[in-house]
């Protein structure tokens, strides 16, 4: 069991930047993928990043990348999404999940665990 909580969200002016926090409890931390998720009003959540297990894969979506960048401390059971350059469509509630098997990444049914989630708002 791995339960995950989310931090660092806000509200921030375009172009800023902002550090989200995933902090994970249990000892078996360092066994999960971890990826982020987002979601926006009326949107389905949508697929954000992902890092394996030892940090050495990481995968962006296509809308984030050079922009954003996922990384993770395993002896701090933590994992980071930096977000520069932030855009009004970066607006969404951003959720950390981890999984097993890095597969089908991009897929939310592949995640075992799932936080509740932190509010990001860009302004224009």
């Known amino acids: 069991q791995v339960q995950l909580v989310e931090s660092g969200g806000g509200l921030v002016q375009a172009g800023g930047s902002l550090r989200l926090s995933c902090a994970a409890s249990g000892r078996t931390f360092s066994r999960y993928a971890m990826g982020w998720f987002r979601q926006a009003p009326g949107k389905e959540r949508e697929f954000v990043a992902v890092?394996?297990?030892?940090?050495?894969?990481?995968y962006y979506a296509d809308s984030v990348k050079g922009r954003f960048t996922i990384s993770r401390d395993n002896d701090k059971n933590t994992v980071y999404l930096q977000m520069n350059s932030l855009k009004p469509e970066d607006t969404a509630v951003y959720y950390c999940?981890?999984?097993?098997?890095?597969?089908?990444?991009?897929?939310?049914?592949?995640?075992?665990?799932w936080g509740q989630g932190t509010q990001v708002t860009v302004s224009s």
């Open positions: 999940a981890a999984t097993t098997f890095l597969y089908s990444y991009t897929r939310r049914d592949e995640y075992n665990y």
């Open positions: 890092i394996s297990s030892g940090g050495s894969r990481i």
